[in-house]
């Protein structure tokens, strides 16, 4: 797909934490890029050091060397062309905020008239489903639902990729499913780029039009492996493709391989 | 160990940067009066305040006013959380009682115990019980309040257990109340102490009772600034020291609940 | 208007709510009222002339407080106390939020802001009257200086404990500094800006009176001392009345204040019980 220009660009990317008895490295050397409208998953096995990796791409954290390039341009703080969602939705969430003003808070130092506002809003929290919620405030809702009203604070953003951080990991398995159609989704319909963090195989290779699987600590990106199947995915039939367990049998055979530390660095 | 060690240089440098807040205000206090800004006759200068301060350390008269002072607050504090905790656990436990007294407890904890005085110096003149009646008044609410919270607090599945074993009535006393209740206790105990050495000191200034409180009345209608000032420290030092102690004792021997106690019981 | 407390309301809006209402009515009123049944029986037939029944002493009220000694006397204590509580507040939470943000200005000035806080209030009135002298200004400064410590401490232990989370999404969203403030950190910190809040009302009510009975000719705190100095019995224990109606009154204003400012907080914390 050469007509898609490079959107995210990680170069040599290490992060190594340090403490009074000796420095731990927590990433090693990452690199890929991501281009735009992709929707890219990133697995690894548990305590890899995914979240790290986020919030050096996010612009949160620091990282010890190595680059980060949004549209080119290298990423030292936060961008307006990213916006997170946290796994921990009910501490991301402004309780004393209803959900309206939760969605809308970002917004406010952006140069925007009042109407253009009120619609990006409005629009976003359609988008989400929350259109009769839109006055309560998150800790009156479901998890599921707050975490919806994350993703619509951050759609409303307009950032051009959308990094999530295991967003779905605190939810039962229904709601789940349904918010992973909501990425989707918004994925196919808008051509938002997502950058998806999960430790959730199944997840990875569901959502994905690439999955990144990472290494054990110190981390770097062990494979990444494209997935060839149809754009249009539902919960049932996609599940039960034969191309889909093959994926999935894959990329649960590279973590494995991943925990033992039976692969070398490139 | 490595909690430790990372802590170490931070500790110090709380420790160094707390010494110079202090020093810092020591100097500024000095140059106020040297600078004319205040006349020295309104704010003495610091060096005659220590001077003063040591001065009453080495005096007699002055350890018998203090003694004099922390009697009444002892006798106060321990008749008051005597009184608090029969009152407040039988009010407590008894759901009746706590509903018939809550009108006459919410009319009578907020009036201000000073408001008493002129009604403690008819009953009793100038001698200590007069000081007592305030101490005792006002340090009884912030026990009683605890208890009351403490005992009502008794987690519903603990409970609904303790009955299914079959637990008895005083079984029931012993193991689950009194430890739900006991940190809530301390804490009033904690604001108690605070409270009733307030009321002491104050007692003192105004009624005329003995102690350091009337030798602050005594030391400003004599002109006598520096002492007025030293005396200021000493109930400083006090009020600290009361702190400290009714804290530590707090945390010693409530360590393990902390955390299910949270903020709101302030 | 929400989801939760709805059904929360519907449920304790079912039947038998008149036979609710008296109850709670009885609850509420049934031991006061026996209360004063006694006092005034055992006041009618006691010689004890310090204590009068209450009839008499509302009677006292009525003659004392319902006339110019309003406008003189308890007005002018009202606007000093509202005065105090209000500068507390102000600048108690200002600094508080200045020292919370800056990890070592906290440092700096830990040991110092201890001291002050343990210094009894009260004693603080001499020293404001040597530098003020016997003036307004000293005793809205004295209630300042005894009701300020609370607020300051707990903004600042509020401000400190702002959630890490929390406050990444701000970063990640490039909310700026001001909205920082209006939109997380204060929001955030106000449960324990609210416990500063009243535990500052108390103190304040308190160095009221004392400052008016310490050196005042005028004022609640003043005329109550006088009533007592010249045996006017029945007047003293009037004035204390009024003072636990000012107390009462406060508090209650703190709790609708309160209630409708965490609101939030309240609603949180029923979510989490039910």
Redesign the interface.
């Known amino acids: 797909m050469p007509d898609r220009n490079t959107l995210l660009r990680v170069e040599h990317l290490r992060k190594v934490y340090e403490?009074?008895?000796g420095d731990v490295e927590a990433i090693g050397d990452i690199s890929f890029t991501m281009r735009s409208g992709e929707l890219v998953c990133i697995v690894g096995p548990s305590g890899c050091g995914k979240t790290t990796l986020l919030?050096c791409l996010?612009?949160?954290l620091r990282p010890t060397s190595g680059l980060v390039e949004m549209d080119g341009q290298p990423v030292t703080g936060?961008?307006?062309a990213?916006?997170?969602v946290?796994q921990?939705y009910g501490?991301?969430l402004?309780?004393?905020?209803t959900v309206r003003g939760n969605v809308e808070?970002?917004l406010?130092?952006k140069r925007l008239s009042r109407a253009a506002r009120d619609k990006l809003v409005t629009d976003a929290i359609d988008a989400v489903g929350l259109a009769h919620?839109a006055?309560?405030?998150p800790?009156?809702?479901s998890g599921g639902m707050q975490q919806r009203v994350a993703i619509a604070?951050a759609i409303a953003?307009q950032p051009e990729v959308l990094i999530m951080d295991e967003p779905f990991a605190a939810v039962d398995a229904q709601t789940r499913a349904d918010l992973e159609d909501l990425v989707r989704e918004l994925h196919t319909t808008r051509g938002i780029s997502v950058l998806f963090v999960t430790h959730d195989i199944d997840e990875s290779v569901y959502l994905g039009e690439r999955v990144l699987v990472l290494s054990a600590s110190p981390t770097w990106v062990q494979e990444d492996l494209a997935v060839d199947l149809p754009v249009e995915r539902d919960q049932i039939g996609t599940r039960a493709l034969p191309r889909f367990t093959e994926l999935r049998t894959h990329v649960y055979d590279q973590i494995q391989r991943a925990k033992r530390g039976q692969t070398v660095a490139p | 160990m490595h909690v430790l060690s990372i802590r170490r240089p931070r500790s110090l440098r709380k420790v160094v940067l707390g010494v110079v807040g202090l020093t810092g205000f020591l100097v500024v206090w000095q140059l106020i009066p040297t600078l004319g800004l205040i006349n020295s006759q309104y704010l003495p200068y610091v060096t005659d305040v220590l001077a003063r301060l040591a001065e009453e350390f080495r005096d007699l008269a002055f350890w018998r006013r203090l003694g004099h002072t922390m009697t009444s607050w002892a006798i106060g504090l321990a008749v008051a959380t005597a009184a608090a905790v029969v009152l407040g656990t039988i009010v407590g436990l008894v759901p009746v009682l706590r509903r018939a007294t809550h009108t006459v407890v919410e009319f009578l904890r907020p009036i201000p115990s000073v408001a008493l005085i002129p009604l403690a110096v008819l009953l009793f003149g100038i001698r200590m019980q007069a000081a007592l009646l305030i101490i005792i008044y006002a340090s009884f609410w912030q026990v009683f309040v605890q208890v009351i919270y403490g005992v009502a607090d008794v987690d519903s599945v603990a409970r609904d257990t303790a009955r299914s074993f079959g637990l008895t009535r005083r079984e029931r006393l012993s193991y689950l109340v009194l430890p739900t209740a006991l940190p809530y206790l301390m804490t009033g105990i904690r604001l108690a102490a605070a409270v009733a050495l307030i009321l002491a000191i104050t007692a003192e200034m105004v009624i005329g009772n003995p102690g350091l409180g009337r030798m602050i009345e005594l030391s400003r209608s004599a002109g006598d600034a520096v002492g007025l000032y030293a005396l200021v420290v000493v109930t400083g030092l006090l009020g600290l020291l009361v702190n400290l102690v009714f804290r530590f004792i707090e945390r010693r021997s409530l360590s393990w609940h902390q955390s299910v106690r949270g903020e709101e019981v302030l | 208007m929400t989801v939760h407390t709805d059904r929360i309301a519907q449920r304790s809006r079912g039947r038998g709510l008149g036979r609710r209402v008296v109850a709670s009515l009885l609850y509420s009123l049934g031991l006061p009222f026996l209360l004063l049944v006694v006092w005034g029986l055992t006041a009618t037939s006691s010689t004890n002339r310090f204590f009068p029944g209450p009839l008499t002493i509302l009677e006292a009220f009525r003659e004392t407080w319902i006339g110019p000694a309003f406008v003189d006397d308890v007005l002018p204590s009202l606007y000093r106390l509202a005065l105090g509580i209000a500068a507390s507040i102000v600048i108690g939470v200002a600094v508080g939020t200045l020292i919370g943000l800056f990890h070592w200005l906290r440092e700096l000035l830990e040991p110092l802001l201890e001291f002050f806080r343990a210094i009894p209030p009260p004693v603080l009135i001499p020293v404001m009257m040597l530098l003020l002298g016997i003036t307004d200004t000293m005793k809205v400064v004295v209630i300042v200086s005894g009701a300020v410590w609370p607020i300051l401490l707990n903004t600042i232990d509020g401000v400190r404990a702002t959630d890490s989370v929390m406050s990444e999404t701000a970063d990640s969203f490039q909310i700026t500094w001001w909205e920082r403030l209006r939109f997380l950190v204060l929001p955030a910190a106000s449960p324990r800006i609210m416990t500063g809040v009243r535990q500052g009302l108390s103190v304040a009510l308190i160095l009221m009176v004392i400052s008016e009975m310490f050196a005042s000719s005028a004022g609640l705190g003043y005329r109550i001392a006088y009533f007592q100095r010249n045996y006017l019995i029945a007047e003293m224990w009037s004035g204390i009345l009024l003072l636990g109606l000012v107390g009462v009154l406060l508090a209650a204003t703190f709790g609708v204040v309160e209630r409708r400012v965490l609101r939030w907080y309240h609603g949180i914390r029923e979510v989490n019980r039910a």
């Open positions: 403490s009074a008895n919030k996010a612009g949160l936060p961008s307006p990213m916006a997170v946290f921990e501490r991301s402004y309780p004393w905020l808070l970002p406010r130092h919620a006055r309560s405030h800790w009156q809702l604070r953003y």
